[in-house]
T-cell receptor, first 110, second 115 residues
Framework: TQLLEQSPQFLSIQEGENLTVYCNSS?????LQWYRQEPGEGPVLLVT?????EVKKLKRLTFQFGDARKDSSLHITAAQPGDTGLYLC??????????FGGGTRLMVKP | DTEVTQTPKHLVMGMTNKKSLKCEQH?????MYWYKQKAKKPPELMFV???????INESVPSRFSPECPNSSLLNLHLHALQPEDSALYLC??????????????FGSGTRLTVV
């Protein structure tokens, strides 16, 4: 059983559509991160959310941390082909090591 | 310099070969990590170095041998690998082992194929 469960695992949408990706856990976290990984590259940090209920915006991306700090969501407005990639949520586990969710593979078609 | 540089980008090796993966960062980060990523899966932690000392080994087989010669360099020595070890090997760094909240900086990885 993974510490962080992401859904959906795969999403294929048309350019201009909106989408939401979820990251859920039964554990409470002090904070949570979202990364994006493009093919042939390493993950790149998008955002860190720290406070329960916090909402952060990064251009067309909106990140929310659940009130109980057990879950998070990523909403993309008007998706573009450049948004294509693997989206990973991540949180610290024992020893402060970063562990990743299973990932959501997003494909945005022109 | 805000990058983690990994070499080589691609490596094909036989099961009897010995090879090394290299990772370098000049951000002054004192924690460095090796992750393994299989196709369509998230990265999985292998090793953690903190202040050039190995602090975590996630029960990785001994055919993988990490080395941290100094605070900027991290190597992964490979010997007698199996085909199932084929994967993308990612190096990452962070300010220190405890300050993960600033994020990890990842390299682009080495795509390893064992034949």
């Amino acid at each position: 059983t993974q510490l962080l469960e992401q859904s959906p695992q795969f999403l294929s949408i048309q350019e201009g559509e909106n989408l939401t990706v979820y990251c859920n856990s039964s554990s409470v976290f002090s904070s949570l991160q979202w990364y994006r990984q493009e093919p042939g590259e390493g993950p790149v940090l998008l955002v860190t959310v720290v406070t329960g209920g916090e909402v952060k915006k990064l251009k067309r991306l909106t990140f929310q941390f659940g009130d109980a700090r057990k879950d998070s969501s990523l909403h993309i407005t008007a998706a573009q082909p450049g948004d294509t990639g693997l989206y990973l949520c991540a949180a610290p586990r024992a020893g402060n090591m970063l562990t990743f969710g299973g990932g959501t593979r997003l494909m945005v078609k022109p | 310099d805000t990058e983690v540089t990994q070499t080589p980008k691609h490596l094909v090796m036989g099961m009897t070969n010995k090879k090394s993966l290299k990772c370098e960062q000049h951000m002054g980060h004192r924690a460095m990590y090796w992750y393994k990523q299989k196709a369509k899966k998230p990265p999985e932690l292998m090793f953690v170095y903190s202040y050039e000392k190995l602090s975590i080994n996630e029960s990785v087989p001994s055919r993988f041998s990490p080395e941290c010669p100094n605070s900027s360099l991290l190597n992964l020595h490979l010997h007698a690998l199996q085909p199932e070890d084929s994967a993308l090997y990612l190096c990452a760094s962070s300010q220190s082992r405890g300050t993960w909240s600033y994020g990890y900086t990842f390299g682009s990885g080495t795509r390893l194929t064992v034949v």
